[in-house]
């Protein structure tokens, strides 16, 4: 089967194996993307992210829904924070359970941190260029916001919605404040709980003190996600905010660095495996582990050397 | 000054500048670095992770205090979670405050995720070996250990301490499943608190499930750190464990695969970094980029392409 074919014309089932080439790095897997690249960049790709508990998943469901019933399709990539090890039932579950992969409309796909988290970045972006080729009008791309890492998988959106909740602990907050560089909009999420005025206030002071250092203040959103509430105004600012990138040029500028951080990412990574594999292979790379770790020679010297043997 | 002679000669202030040139990548990092490796590689390094709000720090103090009591001197590694958008303010305060930093033979350095994480565990490996060439017995890398990358910083230690806390909500239960990988000894910290017996029960379930992946199978130790309690059987346990590292071979085969990751790291961001000098400087990376965005070509086969020139 050409994968890559039968997912431009609409095949789910293709959608789904060209995703799992991407994550498996099976070795179709670069012409696959190399078919679907031309057809990609017309999706609006929103990321969301926040602390554990802040109720992202739930979240995702309603905005998907909201999204559906304005007459757009959507896709979903929910990185599973949970390990290979564990078998990431957690978010398997939820996704089990879902109604919305009865609709056509949706399609949902969880990525697990299996390997290296800059692997999953990439494979992140792949992913979401394979759902924009297959017509998807808005990807979503669902992280726990903990980590750099998860928050950098989220910087690869247009737009980078942070999730917070009333009452979590000072670490939660202070990695809340972490998140302020990437936030574009805010919302505050079980806002029927206490504490959700206080956390207004204190997010609206922390936007105060780094207003000279923001381009765009993000507006601070309320819902009540379980419930439904104040979501079809949380799209509603999605879509304002998309046109407001559109309209800025931020658009381009922020999807050029997305590009550039891409091929950086992919020329490191293919380097960094050529290297293991021909080194490997002529036993040279296990020579010079063995040296540095005798201290008979360091690190910094043997790289620089080996960088301009392999260089032109 | 001569920075690394200083150093190696006991300065506290060359310590401290070794390590802020490696954090800012001064030119002189480097040759600082070559010029302490072959002191490096006494020490016993120590990561300690856990999700937020596990009470890390005081739990780091405490094991400190113990080390400090056994004779040995230390250095503490606390990697601040907040962006340098917020300050850091959070483990800043706890620095200053701590009445450690009066003790000559403990180092404290704390340093934030600013920049990209990979570079961040790169100038954590840096900062241990900074440490460990000037003498501290037992290098302690602290972590909030929500994100894969910060999983991965505490990869690069000798042995793992998780941290685990009774009444944390499911997400945060899931990561600890996640963090099951990499734990050698766990600690139930804050086990004063209700949930701390069925948080024992659930740890050892889990190990129960994955013990055939298991080489060895994580002691379950409790502590309520800011009590004192459960520190110095903790500590033991931490030795104990140093010793079968090293009796089993276990410690070099570690060091060998942490060299061989650094060595890949290190390769991998030079060439990120030449890459983007001498092709920026000469425009052709701003041109590949264009030819992108246009989708006149993909960034598989030009990234393909311009390794095969890249390399002899």
């Known amino acids: 089967m050409d994968i890559a074919k039968e997912l431009l014309a609409g095949s789910r089932l293709a959608l789904s194996r060209a995703i799992t080439a991407v994550e498996n790095e099976y070795d179709e897997a670069v012409d696959i993307m190399k078919k679907l690249y031309p057809h990609t960049g017309n999706a609006y790709v929103i990321g969301i992210t926040g602390p554990p508990g802040a109720g992202k998943s739930t979240l995702t469901d309603k905005i998907v829904k909201e999204y559906r019933r304005l007459g757009k399709t959507v896709g979903v990539i929910a990185i599973d924070p949970t390990s290979p090890f564990s078998g990431g039932a957690i978010l398997g579950d939820r996704i089990r359970m879902n109604e919305l992969t009865l609709d056509e409309g949706v399609f949902i796909r969880s990525m697990g941190t299996r390997g290296s988290l800059g692997g999953l970045s990439h494979k992140t972006a792949d992913a979401v260029k394979i759902m924009d080729a297959a017509g998807k009008d808005v990807i979503i791309v669902e992280t726990v916001g903990v980590g750099q890492s998860e928050v950098d998988i989220v910087k690869a959106a247009d737009t980078t919605l942070v999730v917070v909740v009333p009452g979590l602990g000072d670490d939660i907050q202070a990695i809340k404040a972490g998140i302020l560089e990437i936030a574009d909009i805010f919302t505050i ?3 029927d709980r206490d504490g959700a005025d206080k956390l207004n206030v204190e997010l609206e002071m ?3 003190l780094y207003q000279d ?3 765009w203040r993000p507006p601070i959103k309320r819902t009540v996600a379980h419930r439904n509430e104040g979501i079809a ?3 509603q ?5 998309y046109g407001y990138l559109k309209e800025t040029d931020k658009l381009t500028e922020r999807r050029t ?3 550039k951080a891409e091929v950086l990412a992919m020329l490191e990574e293919n ?3 050529y290297v293991t594999r021909t080194m490997q292979s002529d036993g040279e790379f296990e020579q010079m582990v063995q040296q540095i770790q005798k201290r008979e020679a360091d690190p910094y010297t043997l790289v ?3 960088l301009k043997r392999l260089l032109k």
Chains 1, 2 share one sequence.
């Open 189 to 191: 999420n079980k806002a």
């Open 206 to 208: 922390m936007l105060d």
């Open 213 to 215: 250092k923001l381009e």
């Open 233 to 235: 105004e949380l799209v």
């Open 237 to 241: 600012t999605l879509e304002e905010y």
């Open 257 to 259: 660095e997305r590009v």
């Open 271 to 273: 380097i960094g495996r």
């Open 304 to 306: 620089a050397d080996l």
